[in-house]
């Protein structure tokens, strides 16, 4: 079985929001107040605490506009944090009873019948096996509820997002 990573949010789409850029449709992120467990960062990957200030806004986690590209609403901790690091591990974030995993392939096209709603301790065995398929370049973790993006699934050594945001 393949063995997998879990990718944040690049620190440079983060640094770009955080330094006054605007989101994927071009708008300054909106601030809130966190309420409690719901708001997920998708940088740190930890829930933004009761109290926090975040961003929301609309984010593409795809490199160009084509028609699999979704866009939706994520929160950022509107303060500076850490970049998720222990990509190994199931982020924390990942609360729900489920989540929606789905194949894409290397043209960042959707691979169709690979979307399924998939328990959360079940998430590393279903990427791992649809990473094991030659076709599926990575895997998005989205919200079962709202379809938002959580984070990015990657082979091991396969290419993956920097710091910087390239693909390395």
Known sequence: MTDIRF???PTA????LWSGGTDAYGFPPETMVSDGPGHPCRHCLRNIDAGEELLVFAYRPFPELQPYAET????????????????????????S???IVRGYNAENRIVYG????????????YAAKLLDRP????????????????????KEKAPAFSETGALI
Do not use: W
């Not at 509107?78 to 690091?85: G, L, M, V």
């Not at 690979?114 to 065995?125: M, Q, S, Y």
């Not at 076709?135 to 990657?154: G, K, T």
């Open 72 to 95: 939706g609403p994520v929160f950022l901790h509107k303060e500076r944090c850490e970049r998720y690091a222990a990509e190994e591990v199931l982020p924390p974030v990942l609360t």
């Open 135 to 154: 076709e599926i370049a990575y895997v998005h973790v989205r919200s079962a509820r709202n379809n938002c993006f959580q984070c990015r699934i990657d």
């Open 7 to 9: 990718s944040a949010m």
């Open 13 to 16: 789409d983060a640094e770009n």
């Open 97 to 99: 009873p489920d989540f």
């Open 114 to 125: 690979t979307g399924a709603v998939t328990l959360t301790p079940d998430i590393r065995a």
